[in-house]
């Protein structure tokens, strides 16, 4: 009886082994070419990885996609990165998204430098990754890059921070100061250089002064876009500089930061300057009608989902997606393929028209 | 009915922490189900196994030297900004000095051997809290990293990132699965059997009865099928893909602090010092020496946990590290050991970590927002710990513990002997 | 008798914990206004027996009846008791050392004034309290500022504070000196002259003799039998019998002593207070152990008796100043507790849960713990050897446990001590340091662990005997030491030594040998 029982546990562990070796047979291989411009399934997943829920942008995109894809027949899937241990959390969910068979993966990166990895082994899987708003860097693997034009962005807002001083004082020399975005936020430098595109010209004039003479980008960025950090910052130069000069503008990266270098110079007593911004955020379209912030950009994230999502179509019927960029991004392995969206600026001047489509911001404006 | 019990009594072993060894197991076990099922086999497929050990082979990592922390009777809250700090050295190392990158690991983990020192010295000559000591090298080295690497992005060579996200080479004739994976697998199975062997003789040397043969046999088939589900699941994957470096790194650094942890007087001297500082002394252990080694120990694994992340995030940044602590300390006590020390096993910790991994894992796949994740894990840390706690003051040790206790009085020679269970999830991490 | 009316009966009590039968039928009889003792060896079901009675064990976890001033009493929980009138005061006692005597009393049960702690009514009646139970301090004291004795009394006002009508002491007398143990005792009979009824759980025999009218005596679990003290004529060796249930003929083994050459020798030992300086705890000492030699060091509490043994044991206590040790001819330096082992020294601690195991280890590795270099091989443990060494200690010292796996955590303070004897005897030493080795532990366990220490002098090795009991170190040694306040004052030869001779050397600083 024990002699049986012992062999039949063997013979049992046995046929598992063989069950479990049958069942793990075949390996695929390196599929990355083999789908080539073929097209997928036209209910295929879809995944969407963004950074975390910090910005109401993130969150409208979010849901933006989850609509679209949606009404465009795919099967969607948003998800977003943690609060507090971000790149990882990000790493993990896309390597999920490629273990759930997802044929596109749109990648809001959280930090562009480190996704790497994780676009080869998708890449490897056959799956095309877009990159959304923030082009991922040193990878080859990355396949499109869809974003607004961010150097017009700088572009825009530099013109912007000049025209707004011009309005107030008629001559120079005018005062200003200058702050940029998260280092490790690749557009970060963009806009900074689109920026100084306009303004180094009038620097170099005389015309325009940074009165701290902090120009570098290194010393003007704002670690993690934190508005706290941009406010120290502000208070720093009031205290160190404009003890009794006046400061005529300001060039802010986004509307959160421009909010909080409003709120550092209010503090201090000083008449407001010119501050650009970026993004339209609700309270900074309320802050440009009441007249305190100078100006914002208009990114209509509507526009810029859909754009993303008409590559996808693209993808899923096998055409090649519609680029408008073949040089200017180049991500440190290679040159990729983009398509850009055009920026535009907006004042108090034209917010009602700039903003009419828009159900939460129009009836600020009015 | 005799044979049952006989099963029951030497499969899971009798003494309690066996039993609550075997709970944790069969915990895991049942996540792992659970998400199979909802996931639709997801969880099992080769490239989600393969992605699951690279993703938390660092933090598991952690866990080893958190444990060994936390049975000192301390605590570490500096691993994720020392590994913040060493990563972006070690980027630095490679990109701007050029150092070649088997230079640049070992510059890594001097790096954490000079941090640990430093924590270690504090700790243990000077008497301060490791609370307070580590709280201040978080600071300390999350400013460093920040200083260093003016909070960049910088980017490490391909040698590099084999360490994080590299894989046994192919080679050999084409079987159809990854030759590497396979012979280790074969490695693990041929040593769980000898251990076996080991243990029967062990036993036989305590005078006492060895399980009947059926049960060691029944327990090496099961655990020889785990492997080898393992190992063909793991050779399966993708060509290019199959047991990653990290877990390789993870099951050699698993192994060998679990023998150390028990089979050394060092390590034993770890259990004393958290179990009974003074006792210790009085017993000619080396208090200070213990306490130094523990913290300096932690942050060498934590300079090498930060390498393997850079190098599988191909880049060292400024979030690397951020909230790092929090799951290596949580994964050592969802695997049982006791806050105020001088409990808690490596392997215990290990399947501490897997589970939370599991879970990590699983409802991503299955599309649940890391706001519900976060949730999820926050409950099963405070249900594992609490149900624990309960129990022990009910009388009983665990739920698990209270079941095997019956089988446990009618015993009076030492069942099973202990390696073997505590041993079961190292074997386990070989291959799966 | 039965005009006396009964307070508490405890009818037929049975407590069962998985697998173990703590309490079987267990019956208990108090009378109001006596004091009842309960005795019996350690893990008789004593505590047990009285976490029933208090409610720590609530009404239905196990069998039989209280019944309490005449009627049933199911208590849920301590609070029930406790407004019962049913206060007990544990062993270790529970108190918080950085609140005042007053804080403490009230802790808990704070008099109040519009929801506001009424401090002055507070302070008012605690020293209302205070000097029922004969305590003559600030209310403001802190606790930790106070000795153990007054600690003891201020757990029994706090009782007092309770408005008690059953009062229940665990080993109250076990930490105090003979004045402070004199002085509970005599307040004991007061209460009882005022009506109060105490139960006491007590190792100390001579003081259950002394104050006790009635002796309810437990073994295994069971009632043994219900002596009334003066009807019975009941004195120290009857109730060891009802104990052990068999007669102890002698409270030490048989034991001819084969004392050797003087091999360890301590000179001129010099050692201050590790905080404060300026204080000498050790004041030039000098003393020899020969081979085979059981030493004996008596001295009231704080006399400095295990500050010498610890700082002599690898400089574990205190600063060391000046000083020699001389083993074996030579002069040996030991700066470290690993030099003091290496050097064939051994310390059993005084107290053996605080500093003398890990509460946490089993058996095997508690063992093993003072010298695993003796079970490793290149580095690595043996677990056969160690487990082997164990079980052999297991054997030879009749540690009560079913295996050597089996938590030290979880056994009698005797088994416990008896693996703390194995822990150094397993590391062969040739002294034998040994502080209080018989605290808090029954009369059957001291029997055996007087026989180990006699075996380990028969084998040649010397043993230095720490202890408070003087009958102990009377029956025991054959040379004793007296220390007061950190000096050696005595050397007293077995044939010379009374308690009266030695309690006068242990309380004057002239020196007198006597050999």
């Known amino acids: 009886m024990r002699k049986f029982f012992g062999t039949s546990v063997v013979a049992v562990g046995a046929a598992a082994m063989l069950a479990l070796a049958g069942c793990g047979s075949g390996r695929d291989g390196d599929t990355g070419t083999k789908g080539e411009a073929k097209g997928f399934a036209a209910n295929s997943l879809i995944g969407v990885a963004l950074p975390a829920k910090t910005s109401e942008n993130w969150v409208l995109a979010g849901d933006l996609f989850t609509n679209g894809l949606k009404d465009a027949g795919f099967q969607g899937e948003v998800q977003y990165a943690g609060a507090s241990t971000t790149v990882a959390d990000q790493q993990a969910q896309i390597t999920a998204l490629v273990t759930k068979g997802a044929k596109v993966i749109i990648i809001g990166a959280t930090d562009a430098a480190q996704l790497s990895t994780q676009v080869a082994a998708a890449h490897q899987a056959g799956v095309k990754v877009i990159a959304y708003d923030r082009l991922i860097t040193n990878t080859p693997d990355l396949d499109y890059y869809v974003a607004f034009d961010n150097f017009k962005v700088g572009q825009l807002q530099g013109q912007a921070l000049l025209d707004g001083m011009k309005a107030k004082k008629p001559n120079g020399p005018y005062n200003i100061e200058l702050f940029s975005g998260s280092p490790d936020d690749n557009n970060a430098g963009v806009f900074f250089n689109g920026a100084m595109d306009v303004l180094k010209p009038e620097i170099d004039k005389g015309n325009v002064v940074v009165a701290s003479g902090q120009k570098d980008v290194k010393q003007t960025a704002i670690q993690g876009w934190k508005p706290e950090g941009a406010q120290a910052r502000m208070d720093q130069l009031l205290t160190s500089t404009y003890g009794n000069k006046e400061l005529d503008g300001v060039l802010s990266p986004n509307d959160t930061l421009a909010r909080a270098i409003l709120t550092s110079v209010k503090g201090a007593g000083k008449p407001t300057p010119v501050v650009t911004g970026q993004d339209s955020e609700v309270e900074s379209v309320k802050s440009i009608m009441a007249g305190q912030q100078y100006m914002t950009i208009n990114k209509d994230t509507r526009n810029l989902v859909k754009e993303t999502i008409n590559m996808v179509k693209a993808l899923q019927a096998g055409n090649a997606p519609q680029v408008n960029d073949t040089k200017s991004y180049n991500n440190g392995s290679k040159v990729v393929d983009t398509f850009l969206l055009p920026p535009v600026a907006v004042t108090k001047a034209n917010a009602a028209e700039a903003y009419a489509t828009d159900p939460k911001l129009a009836p600020l404006t009015k | 009915m005799s044979r049952l019990k006989d099963l029951q009594k030497n499969l899971f072993g009798g003494t309690t922490s066996n039993a609550r060894q075997f709970g944790m197991i069969f915990t895991l076990v049942a996540i792992v189900v659970l998400f199979q099922i909802l996931t639709d086999g997801l969880t099992l497929r080769s490239d989600n196994l393969i992605a699951l050990f690279q993703q938390n082979s660092y933090i598991l990592i952690l866990a080893i030297g958190m444990l060994m922390v936390i049975v000192a009777g301390h605590i570490d809250l500096s691993v994720g900004s020392v590994a913040a700090f060493a990563g972006i050295l070690v980027a630095k190392s490679m990109t701007e000095w050029d150092l070649p990158w088997p230079a640049a690991i070992v510059f890594g983990l001097a790096i954490g051997a000079i941090i640990g020192a430093w924590q270690g010295f504090w700790v243990a000559y000077i008497g301060v809290p490791a609370f307070i000591v580590t709280l201040a090298g978080m600071l300390l080295f999350r400013g460093g990293n920040q200083y260093i690497g003016n909070a960049n992005t910088i980017p490490v060579p391909e040698g590099f990132r084999e360490i994080g996200s590299g894989f046994l080479p192919e080679f050999g004739p084409n079987t159809g699965y990854n030759n590497g994976t396979l012979l280790l697998g074969l490695v693990a199975a041929l040593a769980v059997v000898w251990r076996e062997l080991q243990a029967r003789k062990t036993r036989r040397a305590m005078d006492a009865d060895p399980a009947p043969m059926w049960v060691s046999i029944l327990r090496m088939a099961v655990m020889v099928g785990v492997i080898a589900f393992a190992a063909l699941r793991f050779a399966s994957g993708r060509v290019g893909t199959s047991f990653p470096i990290s877990g390789l790194i993870l099951v050699v650094l698993v192994i060998a602090y679990s023998f150390y942890t028990r089979n050394t007087a060092g390590g034993r001297h770890i259990y004393a010092v958290g179990g009974n500082s003074r006792a210790a002394e009085l017993s000619g252990v080396k208090l200070k020496r213990v306490n130094f080694f523990v913290m300096m120990n932690m942050s060498v694994l934590a300079s090498l946990a930060g390498m393997i992340f850079v190098a599988r995030s191909a880049a060292s940044g400024p979030q690397d590290g951020n909230g790092w602590e929090l799951d290596a300390i949580a994964a050592v006590f969802i695997g049982g050991a006791a806050v105020a020390g001088g409990i808690g096993t490596i392997s215990g910790s290990i399947v501490g970590g897997l589970v939370m991994a599991v879970l990590n894992n699983g409802l991503q796949l299955m599309g649940v927002g890391t706001d519900r994740v976060q949730i999820i894990k926050g409950l099963v840390l405070l249900l594992a710990v609490a149900i624990d706690v309960y129990n022990k003051s009910q009388g009983r040790f665990s739920i698990v513990g209270s079941l095997m206790r019956p089988f446990r009085r009618e015993d009076s020679v030492p069942p099973a002997s202990p390696p073997d269970a505590e041993r079961e999830p190292a074997k386990a991490a070989v291959s799966g | ?515």
């Open chain 3, 1 to 515: 008798m039965s005009d006396v009316p009964t307070l508490l009966e405890m009818r037929s009590i049975t407590k069962e914990f998985p697998g173990v039968k703590a309490l079987s039928d267990v019956n208990l009889v108090v009378r109001a206004g006596e004091i009842h003792a309960i005795c019996g060896e350690n893990g008789a079901g004593k505590s047990t027996l009285m976490k029933v009675l208090s409610g720590v064990y609530p009404h239905g976890t196990y069998d039989g009846k209280i019944v309490y001033q005449g009627s049933e009493s199911k208590f849920s929980d301590i609070r029930a008791s406790e407004k019962a009138g049913i206060v007990i005061i544990h062993q270790e006692l529970a108190l918080i050392p950085g609140m005042s005597i007053a804080e403490n009393i009230f802790l808990g049960n704070e008099p109040r004034k519009r929801g506001a702690i009424d401090w002055k009514a507070a302070n008012r009646m605690a020293l209302d309290l205070m000097a029922r139970v004969g305590l003559e301090e600030d209310p403001d004291t802190l606790i930790k500022d106070i000795g153990v004795g007054k600690q003891q009394l201020v757990e029994i006002a706090k009782a007092f504070a309770k408005d008690v009508k059953l009062l229940i002491l665990d080993e109250p007398t076990a930490a105090l000196n003979e004045a402070d143990s004199r002085h509970l005792l005599d307040l004991l009979r007061g209460f009882r002259s005022r009506g109060v009824t105490s139960i006491i759980i007590s190792h100390k025999l001579n003081e259950i003799e002394a104050i006790a009218d009635q002796i309810t005596i437990l073994r295994d679990g069971r009632t043994v039998e219900t002596l009334d003290v003066k009807a019975d004529g009941v004195d120290e060796d009857r109730i060891v019998r009802g104990m052990v249930g068999r007669e102890l003929s002698s409270r030490f083994p048989d034991h001819t002593p084969k004392i050797g050459e003087v091999f360890f020798e301590v000179r001129n030992w010099n050692v201050r207070h590790p905080i404060s300086a300026d204080r000498q705890v050790c004041k030039n000492e000098s003393f020899v152990v020969r081979r085979g030699e059981i030493v004996g060091f008596a001295g009231l509490m704080g006399a400095g008796r295990t500050e010498l043994a610890m700082s002599v044991f690898g400089r574990s206590y205190g600063v060391y100043e000046s000083g020699t040790i001389i083993k074996d001819g030579k002069e040996i330096v030991l700066k470290s507790v690993a030099d003091a082992i290496d050097h064939g020294l051994a310390y059993v601690s005084e107290d053996r849960k605080a500093i003398g195991l890990n509460l946490l280890d089993d058996i095997k590795s508690s063992t093993v713990a003072a010298k695993l270099s003796k079970i490793s091989h290149r580095g690595v443990l043996s677990e056969v050897e160690e487990y082997q060494a164990a079980e052999a200690y297991r054997k030879e010292l009749r540690t009560k446990a079913p295996t050597v796996d089996e938590n030290v955590g979880k056994l009698s303070g005797g088994n416990q001590q008896k693996v703390v004897l194995a822990k150094w005897m397993f590391t062969d030493p040739d002294l034998l340091i040994l502080d209080e080795p018989t605290r808090g532990i029954d009369v059957g366990a001291k029997y055996e662990i007087y026989g180990i220490i006699q075996r380990l002098a028969e084998q040649g090795k010397g043993v230095v005997v720490i202890s408070s009991e003087l009958p102990e170190l009377i029956g025991l040694c054959d040379r004793i030491y007296t220390v007061f306040e950190g000096a050696i004052t005595g050397e007293i030869a077995r044939a010379d030594a009374t308690p009266e001779t030695l309690m006068k050397q242990m309380t004057s600083t002239k020196k007198m040998l006597t050999r």
